[in-house]
């Protein structure tokens, strides 16, 4: 598969973006003209740029409103048009985007159109140009791409021919069945971009909220299979409008562009092997230059240290199956926060080939002997991901020695871990989860809180054994302190909380306070048994229930920017207990 990518799609000037584009691996470029025309470069300096990073210049655009016109305003297109291909011929390019006409469109009339855009064939047939015209889902009479080909095929110039973009495409509803029947030799370029299923006008959600494939609502694998079905042999190319793309790293964006194409090519291939599903969370991982805090929340938990590692100042506590990492190595200066987890799989190295295909670099990891080899990923924003099999899950908490006391019998394991993502980072992490890990992307919600707005978006596997939460920061808690914008935690899944609760405050555990309006919204909302309105009220536990069963949980302080949820699943619930998320936000911003 050819990859391609607009420049519109980055933040940066044209070079930030050429290099950035290269550097991510992708073979072509579209050239956005904005982007030249502000550039200090000439053509003929953008054109050496590409050679030396071997991209090759797959289009030029846009081209706008040429067709539809009256003799007169059709001249001023031909003036227009030749200067375009002289700068095409400085630009080393030979594909320019035509887009239907949205301004000066009078005459809705395909013979017309057609007679135009053949006229403008022949000017760029004669400089060795092609015109690809594109239906813009806004076009004053040209919006469908069926009608785009209808036009394409009466003008009959081999100059002329169609692009094809899924946006202009899906966002109308439009059935992409039909482009079977387009001759894949006059399907001259392809864009995609992926979009959340919004209603509101086409032109504003086509601007500001497009998004990479396996981001949104459209069914990009169905849409890339009928160009490819009708002969399509060209790149498949990117063009994605977003505000926050066009503010954001460029080299960071460019690669996770790749992966979203990558992503869609595994799509494609039927036959393709299947990731190494994970089907538990093997351990979390803490670190801080001092984690005595974290360890004493965790022993009035009713974790039991297992040990000190025997390289490292690296501590194990367990309970159950539940397994937290405490890692002071190399945190000078860094208070506590969640580094990293671990998943476990059949096939480790697979699953770690498959994130690295994925764009995900190996995290370097300093063995010494007897220590286990576990094979580690970075996540986008640095968190490290260790991946364990049936053989190496079972002998890494072998490391460490000098462990002492007896967990709590009600902590079976960690039933979910709570991540934070900035606003700007959220579709890129999703994407990553998802596919690296061979998660699927669940409920999303947005909830309430002191700060605004948060935005939760749930990832897991097939069997529940792995679940992710991740969170997008509100814009006001980007301004907030460290602890607030960062707050992340990890779930410790119980049996018998009520019970668990009562021994843990003997042993001095201090949970979130929870208000006594809470309560009383409780008992209208709920039908629950005489008494247990109390227990939970006596105990500081929030409760939640479904068709399926009832979820009962707390949280403990936050310590640097980490907590932890002490929960409950009873019968089938499958939720997260969304509803009491604002409880916990309000006490934990009051808190600070």
Avoid at 12 to 30: P, S, Y
Avoid at 396 to 406: C, I, M, Q, R, Y
Wanted: charged share 25%.
């Amino acid at each position: 598969m050819q990859t391609s990518i607009a420049t519109v799609c980055l933040s940066g000037t044209l070079v930030d973006k050429l290099h950035a584009i290269a550097d991510a691996g992708f073979d072509a470029v579209e050239v956005f003209e904005p982007d030249l025309i502000t550039a200090p470069q000439t053509p003929e300096e953008v054109r050496a740029l590409c050679d030396r990073l071997g991209l090759r210049i797959a289009l030029y655009q846009p081209f706008r409103d040429a067709e539809g016109v009256t003799e007169p305003e059709f001249a001023q297109v031909l003036r227009r048009a030749e200067a375009k291909f002289e700068l095409m011929d400085r630009l080393g390019v030979d594909t320019v985007l035509v887009c239907s006409n949205v301004a000066t469109a009078s005459i809705d009339d395909d013979a017309v159109s057609a007679a135009q855009l053949a006229r403008l064939a022949d000017l760029a047939d004669a400089r060795g140009k092609r015109l690809a015209f594109e239906a813009l889902a806004w076009g004053r009479y040209i919006d469908d791409y069926r009608r785009a080909w209808r036009i394409v095929e009466r003008a009959d110039h081999p100059a002329l021919g169609v692009c094809l973009d899924s946006f202009h495409i899906l966002s109308r509803g439009h059935d992409p069945a039909d482009i079977d029947r387009i001759p894949g030799e006059k399907i001259f370029f392809v864009q995609l971009a992926d979009a959340p299923l919004l209603s509101m006008d086409v032109l504003s959600w086509s601007r500001h909220h497009r998004l990479f494939p396996g981001e949104g609502g459209f069914d990009l694998p169905a849409f890339v299979g009928h160009t490819l079905r009708a002969g399509y042999t060209g790149p498949l190319s990117l063009e994605v409008f977003n505000d926050v793309f066009r503010q954001t790293d460029p080299a960071r964006t460019a690669r996770h562009a790749l992966r979203s194409l990558t992503v869609l090519e595994d799509a494609l291939e039927t036959d393709a092997r299947p990731a190494s599903a994970p089907h538990a969370l093997d351990q979390v991982e803490i670190k801080a230059q001092d984690t005595d805090a974290v360890a004493a929340v965790l022993e009035r938990i009713g974790f039991a240290p297992s040990g000190r590692h025997v390289t490292k100042p690296v501590w194990l506590y367990t309970a159950g199956e539940a397994r937290i990492v405490l890692n002071e190595h190399n945190a000078t200066g860094t208070a506590p926060h969640v580094a990293g987890f671990g998943i476990r799989v059949d096939r480790p190295e697979d699953a770690a080939a498959r994130a690295e295909r994925l764009g995900a670099q190996r995290a370097h990891r300093r063995l010494l002997a007897g220590e286990t080899d576990l094979p580690a990923v970075l996540a986008p924003d640095g968190t490290e991901i260790l991946i364990s099999g049936p053989q190496s899950g079972a002998a890494w908490p072998g490391e460490f020695a000098g462990g002492h006391g007896t967990p709590d019998p009600s902590i079976r394991g960690i039933d979910h871990v709570n991540l934070t993502e900035p606003a700007a980072d959220i579709e890129e992490a999703v994407l990553f989860y998802g596919t690296a890990l061979g998660l699927t992307r669940e409920s999303s919600a947005e909830l309430a809180g002191p700060a605004g707005l948060v935005r939760s978006q749930v990832l897991r596997s097939g069997d529940g054994g792995v679940r992710l939460a991740l969170n997008v920061v509100p814009p006001l808690a980007e301004r907030t302190s460290a602890t607030q914008r960062h707050a992340q935690h990890v779930a410790i899944a119980c049996d018998d909380l009520p019970g668990l609760i009562g021994r843990a405050r003997a042993r001095g555990l201090r949970t979130v306070p929870v208000s006594a309006n809470y309560y009383d919204d409780l008992g209208a909302r709920f039908d629950l048994p005489p008494g247990e309105l109390e227990r939970l009220r006596e105990t500081g536990l929030l409760y939640d229930c479904d068709a399926s069963g009832e979820y009962l949980h707390c949280y403990t302080e936050t310590i640097g920017t980490v907590f932890f949820e002490l929960v409950e699943r009873r019968g089938r619930y499958d939720g997260f207990g969304a509803a009491n998320t604002p409880v916990r936000l309000t006490a934990q911003h009051l808190s600070h």
